[in-house]
């Protein structure tokens, strides 16, 4: 083995790497050199093996550079962005253009390193394949890194029944303190002078580098988003206080709609990506204005507010977040493949994959405005609520049938708030290849009717339907021509009112044709036949759901991926497998109820029967349990006289029954998050993946 150079002499310095955490509060680094005597560089890096994932765009170097700018000004006490933010010289923080283990190689050469400081971080492979070579080389080095937890994921966690435990100690942890004024001064004095102290860093940043100049970055994604929000721990916190303050009562109604939810959504998901506000701030901070409005509800006990349902929906998915991010961190691999691996071959036939389709979907022309609408409004403001989102996934990976692989580069380079551990996760579970969630089959049109009735999301950002009536917004090609042509529109160059797919071609049902004109702009006509192509591929996906194989690989899936929340002290325990080896697993109480309808439905099968195997028997009871509902591709409702219903279905029809039909009930809002589901007789909350139980309202 050959010898390891040594490193310069001279004091030791410490060094504060910073990665997605550019924000002074709550910021453990910092703290420690802030409160130490030892000389320092903080230390941030454009890495080009970071930036030539494919997920980079433009948008996300320019709103980290902001963040940059913004931290350290906070540094300096330079108050706030003035001018041009690429004139700006950093002052306190040491930017470099160069790899992460090449600098601090270089580095350490000049000046030895006593520890590095940094936040452990959960990303994509190449973020692990960096993290694990930095602290291969630190311990060659024999160099500490303390890596420090921001966001409640425990690295190499043995047990997923684990996860809240650690969770809840880490929000129980105290804040760190924001270095003082005093503080702030000391560190600044002992903040290594690159120039001075003759060190040289290859690719040395005096100033942000602008997104069009970094070459890592294909060409076509150097650009901005004008629209996007800004940057920075300042702008962070002013998002987070008019949230508390005002925007966040209807948070809990608003959410759904992509007219209500840029005001009433917190908006701090950009921010949280990339480190601007710290997770535990916000949870501790909602914790608090939940504790004082509890105060003042029981003074005036009479007047009515939606804050407190509101803040619980919005705290269950700061939850959900640190939940999901768990199951990248425990599976890296989720990036690549599937998650429940006999889904492996949906989607990835030959002629599978249609590029027209494909470009089409991106560039939000697809016929159907609701769709459309959505990934315009993508393209130029980088944000879009949760639920329009996993429409869009549904139907690419549903009525246009593209694998989702193919789609996640486009959607990260979208998404501003960009979270590879949540990313990764929901795009499996919206194309259905967990093998442990239901199937969202989102219907796009009955989704623009219920949250844009009036078309007004749809006419800001698809103007070529800006003129067409309400009664055509979400199916203008159902336009007489006549109409088309006053509204200044032409819909699929003209070629007629109806258009039906057959065998993958559409065919024309009216032969008058209006050619677009100076007056008339273009829009497609559907690409596809919705409930065709829905149906389509329900039908191969339940192929695959209903074999025993599928059933027992999800099993593990479960064990190591599932849901374990809990309340209170008590714990419930899944259902076990028949399998000897299966695990008994913690679930929490709000799904105890169900659980209990599992049981309860099972029956035991003859020894002879292929399913014994894959099912779960416990006690016997009726025929039918809810977890082979969730696999049943049959439509029809179940009889109000049948015998193959499990208690929670029974209790659901019932319910619906006594109020006129059975479709009376269209939502039910999910006990855990509070979110509102449309599908009355749904088993699972299409936003946190927990099952149904017979109080969710």
């Avoid at 940094?118 to 060659?140: I, N, P, Q, T």
Wanted: hydrophobic share 30%; charged share 25%.
């Amino acid at each position: 083995m050959s010898k390891q150079p040594a490193a310069a002499a001279g004091d030791p310095i410490d060094v504060v790497w910073l990665k997605k955490d550019v924000r002074l509060h709550d910021h453990g680094p910092l703290l420690s050199i802030a409160q130490s005597n030892r000389q320092c560089i903080i230390l941030y890096l454009y890495e080009p093996d970071q930036l030539s994932e494919k997920t980079v765009h433009g948008s996300h170097i320019a709103f980290v550079n902001e963040g940059l700018v913004d931290l350290d000004l906070r540094l300096s006490c330079g108050g706030g962005i003035q001018g041009d933010l690429y004139e700006h010289k950093f002052q306190c923080i040491t930017v470099c253009h160069a790899g992460a283990v090449f600098t601090l190689r270089t580095l350490h050469k000049q000046r030895p390193i006593n520890q590095i400081l940094c936040h452990m971080e959960s990303s994509h492979l190449k973020s692990f394949a960096r993290d694990k070579a930095v602290r291969r080389w630190c311990r060659g080095e024999n160099i500490p890194i303390r890596e420090m937890n921001q966001t409640g994921v425990t690295r190499c966690l043995s047990d997923r029944d684990d996860f809240t435990t650690h969770f809840n100690k880490f929000l129980g942890q105290p804040i760190h303190a924001t270095p003082t004024k005093i503080q702030l001064a000391g560190l600044r004095s002992r903040l290594v002078n690159i120039e001075l102290d003759g060190i040289e860093l290859h690719g040395r940043c005096l100033s942000p580098i602008k997104p069009s100049d970094i070459q890592e970055i294909a060409p076509e994604f150097r650009c901005d988003r004008i629209q996007r929000q800004y940057g920075g721990e300042s702008k962070a916190l002013e998002y987070f206080e008019s949230f508390l303050s005002s925007r966040g009562a209807n948070y809990s109604t608003g959410i759904s709609s992509p007219n209500t939810s840029w005001t009433t959504g917190s908006r701090l998901s950009p921010y949280l990506t990339w480190g601007h506000i710290s997770l535990r701030h916000v949870i501790v901070a909602t914790k608090r204005k939940q504790e004082e409005l509890r105060a003042a509800k029981k003074n005036t006990p009479s007047t009515p507010s939606p804050w407190l349902r509101s803040l619980a929906s919005f705290q269950s998915r700061m939850h959900w977040r640190s939940h999901f991010i768990q199951k990248l961190e425990s599976q890296p691999s989720l990036e690549k493949q599937d998650q429940c691996l006999a889904f492996s071959h949906l989607r990835r036939q030959p002629n599978d994959f249609n590029e027209k389709y494909f470009e089409a979907w991106c560039q939000g022309r697809t016929g159907f405005p609701f769709v459309d609408a959505c990934m315009r409004s993508l393209i130029h403001t980088g944000w879009l609520n949760f639920r329009m989102r996993a429409m869009l996934v549904s139907f690419a990976t549903y009525n246009l049938w593209l694998d989702w692989k193919k789609i996640a580069g486009h959607l990260a380079r979208l998404f501003l708030d960009y979270e590879p551990g949540i990313h990764y996760p929901q795009l499996q579970m919206q194309a259905g290849t967990t093998g442990i969630n239901a199937m969202r089959v989102y219907n796009v049109t009955k989704q623009g009717k219920d949250q844009d009735p009036n078309g007004v999301f749809i006419k800001k950002y698809v103007p070529e339907l800006a003129a067409v009536p309400n009664e055509y917004i979400h199916e203008p090609h159902t336009m007489p021509a006549s109409l088309q042509k006053k509204c200044g529109v032409v819909i699929g160059h003209g070629k007629g009112d109806i258009e039906k797919k057959s065998k993958g071609i559409f065919q024309t049902q009216q032969s008058t044709v209006i050619l677009p004109t100076k007056e008339c702009i273009d829009y497609p006509s559907p690409i596809v036949d919705e409930k065709s192509t829905a149906k389509s591929a329900k039908d191969k996906l339940s192929a695959v759901r209903k074999q025993d194989s599928t059933k027992r690989e999800a099993e593990q899936v479960y064990l190591k991926h599932g849901s374990r929340r809990t309340n209170g002290d008590r714990d419930g325990s899944k259902p076990k497998a028949l399998s000897s080896n299966s695990k008994r697993i913690k679930v929490d109480n709000t799904q105890q109820s169900l659980l209990k309808s599992w049981t309860k439905s099972q029956v035991r099968k003859a020894p002879n029967d292929k399913r014994e195997q894959t099912e779960v028997l416990v006690e016997q009871a009726g025929d039918t349990s809810d977890m082979e509902l969730l696999h049943s591709t049959k439509k029809e409702p179940v009889p109000a006289s049948s015998d193959r219903r499990s208690p929670l279905i029974a209790s659901l029809l019932s319910e619906q029954k006594s109020a006129g039909k059975y479709t009376k009930k269209k939502e039910w809002r999910c006990k855990t998050c509070t979110f509102s589901n449309d599908k009355p007789l749904g088993l699972v909350c299409a936003m946190c993946g927990s099952v149904r139980t017979n109080k969710a309202k």
